[in-house]
């Protein structure tokens, strides 16, 4: 299996959207507009007909759903020349940045000095939903997050307060790690390299061994944190919309 379409379609198993539909290898999703990854047109693969017979199948799904017609497309990839032919470009001004990378990496390298107060637990508690999304997430926020297995949300607690989280989950041997956020008060301390570390720890005990992550382009801190743990550039993506 290609290794790209083998990735993106673990990642796209982790994250699991409201609707799921496939055309030929290409999966059409929708989650109530939540996050790029869940509501766009995943193209790895052959859809089975032509280009833009395709991705006049995505618009018609997006019209059904309530979301714009969003193509998620590898960079470089066999489709992108053809999904530019269709009067497609690129989302310039799309919320999380025009362009973002795959990093992957070995669980072994995700190794931090202990702090007080690391959890990791099978459901998402009420501090981890204030910090990560929003303290009354919506139905879609519930789904794409919280409704997969072999999901663990970690966070770290202090005087009562989660002031970091995480969450993870895993896909065959691959742990995807998401929505990594500590805050403000608490940043520059090693709170989220204590947490990776724990997650690490819980995953390689579930049967994860390597691990697979989205980073936006302008996100040099994440960039800076995920290569220092041994993770490298696997591949990058960007969404594509009609012009």
């Not at 990378?101 to 959890?119: E, R």
């Not at 969450?167 to 403000?184: E, K, Y």
């Not at 390689?204 to 944190?225: I, S």
Request: some cysteine; charged content about 15%.
């Amino acid at each position: 299996m290609d290794p790209v379409y083998e990735v993106e379609q673990r990642c796209a198993d982790a994250w699991p959207a409201q609707v799921d539909e496939r055309l030929g290898a290409w999966r059409l999703r929708a989650a109530g507009g939540f996050t790029g990854r869940a509501n766009s047109a995943l193209t790895c693969g052959d859809p089975g007909i032509p280009v833009p017979d395709a991705l006049d199948r995505v618009k018609s799904f997006a019209h059904r759903h309530g979301i714009p017609p969003t193509a998620h497309v590898v960079r470089d990839a066999e489709h992108e020349t053809a999904i530019a032919a269709a009067g497609w470009t690129v989302n310039q001004d799309h919320p999380g940045g025009a362009e973002s990378g795959v990093l992957t990496g070995s669980l072994n390298g995700f190794n931090s000095p202990p702090v007080d107060g690391v959890a990791i637990s099978d459901v998402p508690t009420p501090g981890w939903w204030e910090l990560t999304a929003q303290p009354n997430p919506t139905p879609a926020q519930r789904h794409v997050l919280a409704s997969g297995t072999g999901s663990g949300f970690g966070t770290i607690t202090h005087s009562g307060k989660v002031v970091a989280a995480v969450r993870g989950a895993i896909s065959g041997d691959l742990l995807h790690i998401a929505r990594l956020a500590v805050h403000p008060t608490h940043r520059r301390h090693g709170l989220a390299r204590a947490l990776l570390a724990n997650l690490a720890t819980w995953a390689t005990k579930n049967g994860a061994t390597r691990c697979a992550l989205q980073v936006a382009e302008h996100n040099t801190a994440a960039w800076h944190l995920y290569t220092s743990l041994g993770c490298t550039e696997h591949h990058r993506y960007r969404y594509w919309i009609p012009k």
